[in-house]
């Protein structure tokens, strides 16, 4: 039995047969560079469509990604793309002079958010604050607690990440690769620092900067937002001191190693000179 995949891959076929794009299944194999008999045998099920099958034909016939792999969305992009889902807009919280503002999702907050992004009353609820860079004027923001070591030494327990929504439109494109992210998923809230795959397997891959967090993946049809982190705010404010000790002690490190090596150089030639003189009275008698 075909995979999900395999069989909105040949509906799209016959979409676009049905509608004159292509005239034939050798035809299309021809475009895309496949061989004709690699694509009857994915239509007569012998096998699954490949990712490298996939991603040209999204290339060469504008075919749907988010169609092809949750089943959403037209077959074909039109001129306004296409979203995820049919979820209702962004809820965000403006001023009394209609300037949005930043909403704060502290940690307390975050199991349930992904069940209640669109749940007006309980986003209104939650902190708003504003920030003067000019930034931040445009678009939406949120921002997000930090909870947890998976991404240290970039971000703390305790810190606070501004960020900038990411269209569903945009996804596909829009997510570079090893940019920081805030994910939400129908399991609730992640900050990673992201792969995009979405147009060759429909995955994002989820990296943590602490090596002792074993990268995965997420499917497209468990992602709810993407958020771009833009700021960090820390709580903790090192010293003059602490700043030293965190550059300067290596300095400090590599001054002493040199002169511990010249030590043991002078040495060595000390007593090289010494093995020298008593070789040559040797060889006067």
Known sequence: MQGEVSLRFIQSLEYLKSTKKIPSIRQF?????????????????????????????????????????????????????????????????????????????????????????????????????SLPDSRY???????????????????YSGDKVVCSFIEPDNWFNGIRANYVYVIISREGVVIKRVINNLKSNGTLSLISDNNFYAPYEIELKDIVEVWQVSVKISPFMPSPGHIRNGLHNEVDLLKTTITDQSEMIKSLNSTVEKLLKINRTSTVR
């Open 29 to 129: 194999s021809i475009t895309i560079g496949i061989h004709p008999q690699c694509i009857s045998d994915v239509v007569r099920g012998k096998r699954e469509v490949n990712c490298d099958i996939l991603s040209k034909t999204i290339k060469h016939f504008n075919v749907n990604p988010i169609f092809l792999y949750t089943g959403k969305g037209s077959v074909l992009l039109n001129n306004n793309s296409e979203h995820v889902s049919a979820d209702p807009i962004l809820t965000i919280v403006t001023d009394e002079k209609g300037e949005e503002k930043i909403i704060h999702v502290p940690v307390a907050a975050q199991a349930g958010y992904s069940n209640n992004i669109h749940n007006a009353i309980f986003i209104q609820d939650l902190p708003t604050f």
């Open 137 to 155: 004027n445009a678009g939406t923001h949120r921002c997000f607690d930090i909870a947890g070591d998976s991404m240290e030494p970039t971000v």
